[in-house]
Each structure stands twice: as C-alpha cells, then as structure tokens.
C-alpha cells in the first residue's frame, strides 16, 4: 500500500515563495521516481517537475528557473520549493510515486496552492 501525504499548500502573493512537501509510506523510497503534478480549474493535470531515482531532475518550461524539486531518501520525502510565485501557479498540486519496476503511478489528495495579492 502505498500513500503520499502532501503539505506545505496556502495563499501567497505574486512574487512569494512556498515549499510543498511530499511524504511516501513505501517500503523502498529510493526505487521510486517522484513527481509533482498540478492541476487549475478546467485543465489537464500537467507535470511540474520531477526527479528519478538516481536524482535526475526536469521541469516544465513553465516553472524552469523558479521551481526546484529535491528528495531524501532516509525521510521518504520529495519536496517542491516553489520561488517567484505568479497569479497563474495557482492550482492543486499532487505529488506522485512511480516504481522503478512498475509503470503504476500512485498520487497524493493534492494541496492548494493559491497565488494572490
């Protein structure tokens, strides 16, 4: 059974910062890629950012320069630091576990992630 537990969601204003955290009850966390997703009111889920096992990293252009994705692997924990905040960040934002062995994806409940003045 596998549950990701999201935290680190709220309302900030343009130009703010947030970090989303991501704990994973798996049994071995290092074997698994992360990512976070979001999605806004009336889009497709699209990927933010992601980081593989060995640590390799990838962003949407979108977030490029903003966003930084890190994990631990004693915690079972990835976290999204999100920089330089805009009105159009806004969204849920999910955090998803893939095994190395498996093309399942689990995902998180999902935070809020308001950006406002």
């Known amino acids: 059974q596998v549950q990701l537990v999201e935290s680190g969601g709220g309302l900030v204003q343009p130009g703010g910062s947030l970090r989303l955290s991501c704990a994973a009850s798996?049994?071995?966390?290092?074997?698994?890629?992360m990512g976070w997703y979001r999605q806004a009111p009336e889009k497709e889920r699209e990927l933010v950012a992601a980081?593989?096992?060995?640590?390799?990293?990838n962003y949407a252009d979108s977030v490029k320069g903003r966003f930084t994705i890190s994990r631990d692997n004693a915690k079972n924990t990835v976290w999204l630091q999100m920089n330089s905040l805009k009105p159009e960040d806004t969204a849920v934002y999910y955090c998803?576990?893939?095994?190395?062995?498996?093309?399942?994806?689990?995902w998180g409940q999902g935070t809020q992630v308001t950006v406002s003045s």
């Open positions: 980081i593989t096992s060995d640590g390799s990293t």
């Open positions: 998803s576990a893939q095994p190395t062995w498996s093309s399942v994806r689990y």
């Open positions: 798996v049994s071995i966390f290092s074997r698994y890629g």
